[in-house]
């Protein structure tokens, strides 16, 4: 008899292996919640329609179909404002956010977006920011003792191309939160002040739901003025293409949405 040949597998080899796994788990995952039709229809509505609040999603998939949910006499004093068979102009949706207001918190303004296919991504820097705090954090020694400890207190996490063997251990945890370095989100590279600068002056990433072609961003919040938000939402929408777009709408945490005029190139 020969002697048996053993193969040993390399890092590039078991990480294939890995993702080979995680897919076949993703797809049993995938199998299991199409069988529950009531949620997934629930959540394709949601989906194509864009317009409900966060909070609205999370009460809905509370409701078992006996306990229909009721919007408060501002909202619906708002809702007779907007005409939702018009596509407004974005100055003329973001007057009628601001003019509508309700909440008694400086409330963040969403940009829903119906894109034509799945798989839609790309890099934008809001002019303004999104009103929010980016925490940002370079890869160091520091921050790998932090990792190790499961903590992950930042948005963006950016390291330089040496760091990835340091980095390829944590892959399972930093993928699905979307902090994985990767060159395509311009988080690894040798430069990272200017990554660094560039991300705290308003660059986001996005790309559409992974299972349905739609996405979501934070461009702002209610106290920007008019101005900054048209720059804002102009900025992305050009940066999505309006081609790709097939409808868009604007709203804040708890108001209804406005459907915008997306004028095509």
């Not at 990792?147 to 930042?154: I, K, P």
Request: without cysteine.
């Amino acid at each position: 008899m020969g002697k048996t040949k053993t193969k040993v597998l390399g890092i590039d080899e078991v990480e294939q292996e890995q993702k080979e796994k995680a897919k076949k788990r993703n797809e049993l995952k995938k199998q299991e919640k199409e069988r529950e039709s009531a949620k997934t229809v629930q959540k394709v509505e949601q989906a194509e329609e864009a317009v409900e609040a966060k909070t609205e999603k999370q009460e809905k998939k509370k409701n078992t179909g006996s306990t229909v949910r009721t919007h408060g006499k501002k909202y619906l004093k708002m809702t007779k404002t907007i005409d939702k068979t018009k596509k407004y102009s974005v100055k003329e949706a973001i007057a009628l956010l601001k003019k509508g207001k309700f909440e008694a918190f400086d409330a963040t303004v969403e940009l829903h977006i119906n894109v034509k296919e799945m798989g839609l991504k790309g890099e934008v820097t809001l002019p303004h920011g999104t009103g929010k705090e980016v925490r940002i954090a370079v890869f160091t020694s520091e921050v790998e003792a932090q990792l190790t400890a499961g903590v992950f207190d930042f948005d963006v996490l950016i390291a330089r191309p040496s760091d990835m063997k340091s980095l390829v251990k944590f892959a399972k945890v930093l993928g699905p939160k979307g902090l994985m370095p990767s060159p395509k989100k311009g988080t690894l590279l040798d430069d990272v002040e200017s990554a660094r600068k560039k991300f705290a002056a308003g660059a986001v990433n996005f790309k559409s739901e992974p299972k349905f072609p739609i996405m979501h961003q934070v461009v702002g919040k209610i106290s920007f003025t008019e101005a900054q938000l048209m720059e804002n939402i102009e900025a992305f929408i050009a940066a999505v293409a309006p081609k790709n777009i097939d409808k868009a709408f604007v709203k804040t945490t708890m108001s209804p949405s406005v459907q915008l005029l997306i004028l095509q190139e």
